[in-house]
């Protein structure tokens, strides 16, 4: 048995998030987008803690009072707490996603715009079918899927009953 080979992969908003709180305070604000799209491109090239260590450089070269510094502590604490999962030149790489918007964009699809429809109401199991039903449409699936129904249902319900016609008799 082959074991799947799984990867962590802190998501690149996420990360953006930290860098536009601590570009604010290193940047002038008209420059603020530059400083965040340089720092970006750098950890999207796996130098994450080399962006860390510049972001504290920078604070402390600017003699920043601890209030004014948290942003940019927070930021280069975080990308060296998680620089093992902010490889990104390798996952890109191998092809896997570095955002959960693409996922989340279909969560949203699939699950939310059907379940929250007004006056809507289904236990468990109904909401499960009506789940597999909708990701089968979305997947372009669906005529396939409509054919083995049926032949299952023939299956199940009629042709048991004209192999043993006898079945049919009363």
């Known amino acids: ?6 990867h962590v992969i802190c998501d690149i908003i996420h990360v953006s998030g930290y ?53 940019t502590d927070s930021c280069a604490t975080y990308l060296l707490s998680h620089s093992q999962y902010l490889k990104y030149d390798e996952y890109l790489s191998k092809g896997c996603p570095i955002a959960t918007g693409v996922i989340e964009g279909a ?19 109904g909401a499960e079918a009506i789940l597999r039903l909708r990701a089968v449409k979305i997947s372009g699936d669906f005529q396939d899927y409509r054919k083995f129904h049926e032949q299952q249902q023939y299956i199940r319900n009629h042709r048991i009953l004209y192999q043993n016609p006898t079945v049919l008799e009363d």
């Open 107 to 125: 969560c949203r699809h699939l699950v939310k715009d059907r379940m929250e429809i007004t006056g809507a109401r289904r236990g468990l199991k």
């Open 19 to 71: 860098l536009w709180k601590a570009g604010k305070v290193l940047s002038d604000e008209e420059k603020s987008g530059l400083w965040v799209s340089d720092r970006l491109r750098q950890i999207l090239n796996g130098r994450s803690s080399f962006v860390a260590s510049g972001i504290r450089r920078s604070a402390t070269r600017r003699r920043l009072n601890k209030r004014t510094r948290k942003s």
């Open 1 to 6: 048995m082959r074991i799947a080979e799984s």
